[in-house]
C-alpha cells in the first residue's frame, strides 16, 4: 500500500493529491480515472486552492464506513479523483523538491537475494563497498564522500553508530520495506542530521488491511529465507507484525592466487569457510488516524545475527565468530495546534510534529586464535542512543511555511576487549533548527533549512591507546552552524531547474577520539569535518503520446571538504586518526527513463566524478582519492504484461535485466595498488497469480566475473535465488 502523497501536485492528469486533514501517512492510493473533470488543484503548488479540497473532502465523506458500521474493516473503498499540474519525474521525491532524490519502491526492492548495498550501487551518485556475501560488511558513500559523513536511516532512526560513524548495510534487509529514498549532496529538512554526503531513507512498507501473508526463498551457497506478515486495520487505523530468518553458508568459491597476482601456475579455485550466518528480523508496526487530522505512528524492529569471520583472502581465519544485536524503536505524532476546523487549512495552519526513538546495539567477536590480528581473543562494543524531537510547522501565508524545532539526543559507549576495563564515552548533542519553505509563484519553490548544533563529549576509563586515563569533557565541544538553501523552477512547461548549496560539519565518532582497539587509537584533539556543496540541475519529464512517457534528472555538482580525518601509522601494528586532508570532488549525475505502452520501461544512471586530495601536507604525487570509482553506470530494461493470461491464472509477468559498471580504483593513497574494473548483469524474472500467488526468480553476476570490491576480500560468482509467496 502506498501512501496518499505528501508532495505538491506536480505530477500531472495521474497525480496523486496531498490530502491534510486526513492526518494519515500511509494509505490506498487515489485511483485515477481514464477521463473526468479535473477539481482545479493548480492554484498553488503545495496547497491547492479550497475548492479543490472541498471537492475531495466531499468525495472523501462518500466512502462507506465499513468499521463505522459494525462490518469487518478492511481496505478502503478506492476514490476516484482527477488532480490537474505538472508531471514530475517519477523517481524524484516530492518531500523536498530542490534536492537532488533518487526513490527505488515497488518490485525493485523485491528481487530475491538482492542486497541494500546492491541495490544502493545502482542509483547516480552513490558507491557501496561490500566485503563479500550479503551477510558481510557493506557500506555505501555520496558523491566522493566517506560512508561516516553519510546518515543511512531506518523507519526515521539513524542507524550510523558512534564508534565508527559508519552502517553495515547487511542489517538492512529489504523485505519490509516499502521505498529507499537517497538524497545526494543534501540532506532534506525531515532528517535530523544534515551529513557532508547527503543521506539515506530505507522506509517500511505501512500496514495492508486485514491479510496474511508467508514466503519461501532459496539459494546458491545456502541461501534460505522463512517469512511470515500479519496486517489488519483499515483507513483510521492499522497494524502489522511481520517475522524473518534468514540462514546462508556463504561457502562461494574464489580464486586464490598466493599472493603471485602476476603468476598464475599456482592459482586455485577455493570455497570459503567459516563464512555461515543466521539472523532473525522482527518488525511491528502501527498507525492511528487521530481526531481533527492528527496522527499517531509506532514502529519497532528487533534484529540479531550469529555469523563467522572468514577473514582475508591469504590470511582466512576459521575460528572467529561475531555476534550482532540491535532494536530500534520509535513513535511519531502529528497534532494540529488548534482543534477546530480553519485551524487544519489555509494562513495560520500550525501543526505540532513529536518524535522519539531509542536505538541499542551490540556487537561481539570472538576470536580465541587471534587469527584476525586483534591482539585479543575478544572485543564487544555496546551503544544505546535516545532522541527526543518537537517541530512546529506552521503557514505564515498560503504562499509560506515556516518550521521551528529542537532535538535532543544522547549517545552512550562502552567497548572491552578481553577482561580489561572498558572504555566507556558519552555524547549528548542539542540541536536548534529553523526552516522555511515558500512559494512564491506556481513556479517557484524555495527552501531554506538551518540549524545550530551542540555537541558534548566524555569519556572515562584506560584508554586503548597506551593505558593513559581518558577523561576529557567537552561541553559544546563543538558548537557550529549548519543549513543549507535550495530552489526548484519550472520553465518551459515540462522542465524544472533545482539548485542547491549548504554547509555541514561531521563531528568526531567517540572510536576516532578514544579509540576501538590496540590496533586502531583514539586521538582526543580532533576537529570537526568541514564541508561545503554546490549542485545545479534539471529534470525534464515528456509525455509526446500517451503511450510514451519520458524523463531524465541531470545534476552537476561540486563538495569541498576541510579537516578531513584520515588515519596514519603511530608505532609498530597500530593507526592514529589525525587532521590533516582537505579535499574537493567533482561530478555529474544522470538518470533517465523511458515507459512505451507502460509494458516496456528502460532505466540508466550514471556517474562521473573526479575525486582529488588537495592537501597541502601531501607527500604523495598521487592526488586521486582511493576507493572511489571516477565512472559508474547502472542500465535497466524491464518488460511487464500487467493483463496477463487469465486462462491460466496469470495475472502479471514481468521480466527485467540490470548491469551495473564500476571503474577501476585506486585502494591507497599513494596509488600504488589498484582495484581493477568491475561489472555485473542481474536477470529477474517475476509471476505474480490469482489467489495471491507469487513467483520470482533472479540470477545474479550471470557471467560469472571473479571481482574483488576490497583488497583481500572476494565478492560472490554466480548466483541463483527464487522466492514462492502467498498472500491470503
Given at each position: 500500500?502506498?501512501?496518499?502523497?505528501?508532495?505538491?501536485?506536480?505530477?500531472?492528469?495521474?497525480?496523486?493529491?496531498?490530502?491534510?486533514?486526513?492526518?494519515?501517512?500511509?494509505?490506498?492510493?487515489?485511483?485515477?480515472?481514464?477521463?473526468?473533470?479535473?477539481?482545479?488543484?493548480?492554484?498553488?503548488?503545495?496547497?491547492?486552492?479550497?475548492?479543490?479540497?472541498?471537492?475531495?473532502?466531499?468525495?472523501?465523506?462518500?466512502?462507506?464506513?465499513?468499521?463505522?458500521?459494525?462490518?469487518?474493516?478492511?481496505?478502503?473503498?478506492?476514490?476516484?479523483?482527477?488532480?490537474?499540474?505538472?508531471?514530475?519525474?517519477?523517481?524524484?521525491?516530492?518531500?523536498?523538491?530542490?534536492?537532488?532524490?533518487?526513490?527505488?519502491?515497488?518490485?525493485?526492492?523485491?528481487?530475491?537475494?538482492?542486497?541494500?548495498?546492491?541495490?544502493?550501487?545502482?542509483?547516480?551518485?552513490?558507491?557501496?563497498?561490500?566485503?563479500?556475501?550479503?551477510?558481510?560488511?557493506?557500506?555505501?558513500?555520496?558523491?566522493?564522500?566517506?560512508?561516516?559523513?553519510?546518515?543511512?536511516?531506518?523507519?526515521?532512526?539513524?542507524?550510523?553508530?558512534?564508534?565508527?560513524?559508519?552502517?553495515?548495510?547487511?542489517?538492512?534487509?529489504?523485505?519490509?520495506?516499502?521505498?529507499?529514498?537517497?538524497?545526494?549532496?543534501?540532506?532534506?529538512?525531515?532528517?535530523?542530521?544534515?551529513?557532508?554526503?547527503?543521506?539515506?531513507?530505507?522506509?517500511?512498507?505501512?500496514?495492508?488491511?486485514?491479510?496474511?501473508?508467508?514466503?519461501?526463498?532459496?539459494?546458491?551457497?545456502?541461501?534460505?529465507?522463512?517469512?511470515?506478515?500479519?496486517?489488519?486495520?483499515?483507513?483510521?487505523?492499522?497494524?502489522?507484525?511481520?517475522?524473518?530468518?534468514?540462514?546462508?553458508?556463504?561457502?562461494?568459491?574464489?580464486?586464490?592466487?598466493?599472493?603471485?597476482?602476476?603468476?598464475?601456475?599456482?592459482?586455485?579455485?577455493?570455497?570459503?569457510?567459516?563464512?555461515?550466518?543466521?539472523?532473525?528480523?522482527?518488525?511491528?508496526?502501527?498507525?492511528?488516524?487521530?481526531?481533527?487530522?492528527?496522527?499517531?505512528?509506532?514502529?519497532?524492529?528487533?534484529?540479531?545475527?550469529?555469523?563467522?569471520?572468514?577473514?582475508?583472502?591469504?590470511?582466512?581465519?576459521?575460528?572467529?565468530?561475531?555476534?550482532?544485536?540491535?532494536?530500534?524503536?520509535?513513535?511519531?505524532?502529528?497534532?494540529?495546534?488548534?482543534?477546530?476546523?480553519?485551524?487544519?487549512?489555509?494562513?495560520?495552519r500550525c501543526e505540532l510534529?513529536?518524535?522519539?526513538?531509542?536505538?541499542?546495539?551490540?556487537?561481539?567477536?570472538?576470536?580465541?586464535?587471534?587469527?584476525?590480528?586483534?591482539?585479543?581473543?575478544?572485543?564487544?562494543?555496546?551503544?544505546?542512543?535516545?532522541?527526543?524531537?518537537?517541530?512546529?510547522?506552521?503557514?505564515?501565508?498560503?504562499?509560506?511555511?515556516?518550521?521551528?524545532?529542537?532535538?535532543?539526543?544522547?549517545?552512550?559507549?562502552?567497548?572491552?576487549?578481553?577482561?580489561?576495563?572498558?572504555?566507556?564515552?558519552?555524547?549528548?548533542?542539542?540541536?536548534?533548527?529553523?526552516?522555511?519553505?515558500?512559494?512564491?509563484?506556481?513556479?517557484?519553490?524555495?527552501?531554506?533549512?538551518?540549524?545550530?548544533?551542540?555537541?558534548?563529549?566524555?569519556?572515562?576509563?584506560?584508554?586503548?591507546?597506551?593505558?593513559?586515563?581518558?577523561?576529557?569533557?567537552?561541553?559544546?565541544?563543538?558548537?557550529?552552524?549548519?543549513?543549507?538553501?535550495?530552489?526548484?523552477?519550472?520553465?518551459?512547461?515540462?522542465?524544472?531547474?533545482?539548485?542547491?548549496?549548504?554547509?555541514?560539519?561531521?563531528?568526531?565518532?567517540?572510536?576516532?577520539?578514544?579509540?576501538?582497539?590496540?590496533?586502531?587509537?583514539?586521538?582526543?584533539?580532533?576537529?570537526?569535518?568541514?564541508?561545503?556543496?554546490?549542485?545545479?540541475?534539471?529534470?525534464?519529464?515528456?509525455?509526446?503520446?500517451?503511450?510514451?512517457?519520458?524523463?531524465?534528472?541531470?545534476?552537476?555538482?561540486?563538495?569541498?571538504?576541510?579537516?578531513?580525518?584520515?588515519?596514519?601509522?603511530?608505532?609498530?601494528?597500530?593507526?592514529?586518526p589525525y587532521n590533516a586532508?582537505?579535499?574537493?570532488?567533482?561530478?555529474?549525475?544522470?538518470?533517465?527513463?523511458?515507459?512505451?505502452?507502460?509494458?516496456?520501461?528502460?532505466?540508466?544512471?550514471?556517474?562521473?566524478?573526479?575525486?582529488?586530495?588537495?592537501?597541502?601536507?601531501?607527500?604523495?604525487?598521487?592526488?586521486?582519492?582511493?576507493?572511489?570509482?571516477?565512472?559508474?553506470?547502472?542500465?535497466?530494461?524491464?518488460?511487464?504484461?500487467?493483463?496477463?493470461?487469465?486462462?491460466?491464472?496469470?495475472?502479471?509477468?514481468?521480466?527485467?535485466?540490470?548491469?551495473?559498471?564500476?571503474?577501476?580504483?585506486?585502494?591507497?593513497?599513494?596509488?600504488?595498488?589498484?582495484?581493477?574494473?568491475?561489472?555485473?548483469?542481474?536477470?529477474?524474472?517475476?509471476?505474480?497469480?490469482?489467489?495471491?500467488?507469487?513467483?520470482?526468480?533472479?540470477?545474479?553476476?550471470?557471467?560469472?566475473?571473479?571481482?574483488?570490491?576490497?583488497?583481500?576480500?572476494?565478492?560472490?560468482?554466480?548466483?541463483?535465488?527464487?522466492?514462492l509467496e502467498a498472500t491470503?
Amino acid at each position: 500500500m502506498k501512501s496518499l502523497s505528501y508532495g505538491n501536485g506536480s505530477h500531472g492528469a495521474r497525480a496523486r493529491s496531498k490530502v491534510p486533514r486526513l492526518g494519515i501517512r500511509q494509505a490506498r492510493p487515489l485511483r485515477q480515472p481514464r477521463s473526468g473533470s479535473a477539481l482545479g488543484c493548480g492554484r498553488s503548488p503545495r496547497y491547492g486552492s479550497p475548492r479543490c479540497w472541498a471537492a475531495l473532502a466531499a468525495a472523501l465523506a462518500a466512502t462507506p464506513g465499513r468499521a463505522a458500521q459494525g462490518e469487518p474493516a478492511g481496505e478502503p473503498e478506492p476514490i476516484e479523483v482527477t488532480v490537474q499540474g505538472r508531471r514530475g519525474v517519477p523517481f524524484e521525491s516530492e518531500r523536498d523538491p530542490s534536492v537532488a532524490s533518487y526513490v527505488i519502491r515497488g518490485e525493485a526492492l523485491r528481487e530475491p537475494g538482492l542486497s541494500a548495498a546492491e541495490l544502493l550501487s545502482r542509483a547516480p551518485g552513490v558507491q557501496a563497498t561490500r566485503s563479500g556475501g550479503a551477510t558481510d560488511l557493506a557500506t555505501a558513500a555520496v558523491r566522493g564522500s566517506t560512508s561516516a559523513q553519510t546518515p543511512i536511516y531506518l523507519a526515521g532512526v539513524r542507524l550510523n553508530d558512534d564508534l565508527t560513524g559508519s552502517v553495515d548495510l547487511s542489517t538492512v534487509p529489504l523485505w519490509m520495506l516499502g521505498r529507499a529514498e537517497i538524497y545526494r549532496g543534501n540532506a532534506p529538512d525531515h532528517a535530523d542530521q544534515l551529513g557532508l554526503g547527503g543521506a539515506v531513507f530505507f522506509d517500511p512498507a505501512p500496514p495492508r488491511g486485514e491479510r496474511l501473508g508467508a514466503g519461501l526463498e532459496r539459494g546458491s551457497f545456502g541461501h534460505r529465507v522463512s517469512a511470515l506478515a500479519l496486517s489488519a486495520g483499515g483507513l483510521h487505523a492499522g497494524a502489522l507484525l511481520a517475522y524473518r530468518r534468514h540462514a546462508a553458508r556463504g561457502d562461494f568459491e574464489y580464486l586464490d592466487d598466493r599472493g603471485t597476482r602476476f603468476d598464475a601456475s599456482d592459482d586455485r579455485l577455493l570455497a570459503r569457510r567459516n563464512a555461515d550466518a543466521t539472523s532473525h528480523d522482527v518488525w511491528s508496526i502501527g498507525r492511528l488516524a487521530l481526531g481533527s487530522g492528527g496522527s499517531l505512528t509506532t514502529v519497532l524492529n528487533a534484529f540479531a545475527r550469529e555469523a563467522g569471520l572468514p577473514g582475508l583472502l591469504l590470511f582466512p581465519a576459521e575460528h572467529a565468530r561475531s555476534s550482532l544485536g540491535r532494536v530500534l524503536g520509535g513513535i511519531s505524532a502529528r497534532v494540529p495546534c488548534r482543534q477546530d476546523d480553519d485551524a487544519a487549512r489555509g494562513p495560520g495552519r500550525c501543526e505540532l510534529e513529536l518524535a522519539s526513538s531509542a536505538l541499542v546495539t551490540r556487537h561481539r567477536i570472538a576470536d580465541p586464535l587471534r587469527e584476525l590480528e586483534l591482539l585479543a581473543t575478544a572485543v564487544s562494543n555496546e551503544g544505546e542512543r535516545v532522541s527526543q524531537r518537537l517541530r512546529v510547522v506552521g503557514s505564515a501565508a498560503e504562499w509560506l511555511e515556516l518550521r521551528l524545532g529542537g532535538l535532543q539526543e544522547l549517545q552512550l559507549l562502552r567497548v572491552a576487549r578481553d577482561q580489561e576495563p572498558s572504555l566507556r564515552a558519552r555524547r549528548e548533542l542539542t540541536r536548534i533548527e529553523l526552516g522555511a519553505r515558500a512559494h512564491a509563484s506556481p513556479r517557484v519553490e524555495l527552501v531554506a533549512s538551518s540549524a545550530l548544533e551542540c555537541h558534548s563529549t566524555a569519556a572515562w576509563g584506560p584508554a586503548t591507546a597506551g593505558g593513559e586515563q581518558a577523561g576529557d569533557e567537552r561541553v559544546c565541544g563543538v558548537l557550529e552552524p549548519v543549513g543549507r538553501l535550495g530552489a526548484r523552477v519550472w520553465v518551459l512547461g515540462p522542465l524544472a531547474l533545482h539548485a542547491n548549496a549548504g554547509r555541514y560539519v561531521r563531528v568526531p565518532t567517540l572510536g576516532e577520539l578514544y579509540g576501538v582497539s590496540a590496533l586502531v587509537r583514539g586521538n582526543p584533539e580532533l576537529r570537526a569535518e568541514r564541508g561545503e556543496t554546490v549542485d545545479a540541475g534539471a529534470s525534464l519529464r515528456l509525455v509526446p503520446h500517451r503511450a510514451l512517457d519520458l524523463y531524465a534528472q541531470l545534476f552537476g555538482f561540486a563538495r569541498f571538504a576541510d579537516e578531513l580525518i584520515a588515519y596514519r601509522r603511530s608505532s609498530l601494528g597500530a593507526v592514529r586518526p589525525y587532521n590533516a586532508s582537505s579535499a574537493r570532488v567533482l561530478g555529474l549525475e544522470l538518470a533517465a527513463g523511458a515507459s512505451l505502452f507502460g509494458t516496456l520501461r528502460l532505466g540508466l544512471s550514471l556517474t562521473a566524478q573526479d575525486p582529488r586530495d588537495t592537501s597541502s601536507d601531501r607527500v604523495t604525487p598521487n592526488d586521486l582519492l582511493p576507493l572511489h570509482a571516477r565512472l559508474q553506470t547502472a542500465p535497466q530494461v524491464e518488460l511487464v504484461r500487467a493483463s496477463g493470461w487469465p486462462v491460466i491464472g496469470l495475472e502479471r509477468a514481468s521480466w527485467s535485466a540490470t548491469y551495473a559498471y564500476r571503474s577501476s580504483r585506486l585502494a591507497d593513497p599513494a596509488g600504488l595498488v589498484v582495484l581493477p574494473e568491475q561489472g555485473e548483469l542481474d536477470t529477474e524474472l517475476g509471476l505474480r497469480f490469482a489467489r495471491g500467488i507469487g513467483l520470482r526468480g533472479r540470477l545474479a553476476n550471470v557471467l560469472d566475473r571473479r571481482t574483488y570490491d576490497l583488497v583481500g576480500y572476494p565478492l560472490p560468482g554466480r548466483a541463483a535465488y527464487a522466492t514462492l509467496e502467498a498472500t491470503w
